[in-house]
């Protein structure tokens, strides 16, 4: 298994936030180096002065959206979908609490996963209920039933 390192620069011209599977993190001088396996999906999030913006990536072995050269990755990797604004925060939210309660599963899920969250979150159809039921589709051990209290 290869792995993908994802380097966090020290300036006052963005930030960069990796976020996924993580491997390792380490320090030097000019920045932090964060390693995640090929095989997992990678959220970057790029904070600048006046705008901010999320890439939902993954390995180009997967054959799957664009590729593209970050300056920040080793590797160039596959952009699956991109999202600013308010979408950006939206996001930040949601996979939070996917990442809570899946317990950090779902960045192994297939890539079809990732696309039908992008789908609601575009939609701003992502209630915690409905990112339940799309997390149980993947994942047999969860049960959306306990969580959910349904209305009469």
């Not at 664009?66 to 080793?74: E, K, L, P, S, V």
């Not at 596959?78 to 999202?83: E, F, K, N, T, Y």
Request: include cysteine; glycine fraction near 4%.
């Amino acid at each position: 298994m290869d792995i993908i390192s994802v380097h966090i620069p020290q300036n006052e011209f963005y930030t960069l936030y990796a976020e996924g599977n993580t491997q390792k993190i380490s320090q030097d001088a000019e920045y932090f180096s964060v390693d995640f396996p090929d095989d997992s999906v990678i959220f970057l999030y790029y904070t600048f002065q006046f705008h901010r913006r999320v890439y939902i990536t993954c390995s180009p072995n997967k054959n799957a959206g664009n590729i593209h050269y970050f300056g920040d990755a080793d590797v160039p990797l596959s952009v699956l979908g991109q999202l600013r604004g308010r979408t950006f925060d939206q996001f930040k939210q949601a996979a939070n609490f996917l990442n809570i309660y899946t317990k950090g599963r779902f960045y192994n899920y297939p890539l079809q996963f990732f696309y039908q969250l992008l789908c609601l979150l575009r939609s701003k159809k992502n209630s915690n209920d409905n990112m339940q039921l799309l997390a149980s589709l993947y994942d047999s051990t969860l049960d959306p039933s306990e969580r959910i209290e349904w209305k009469h």
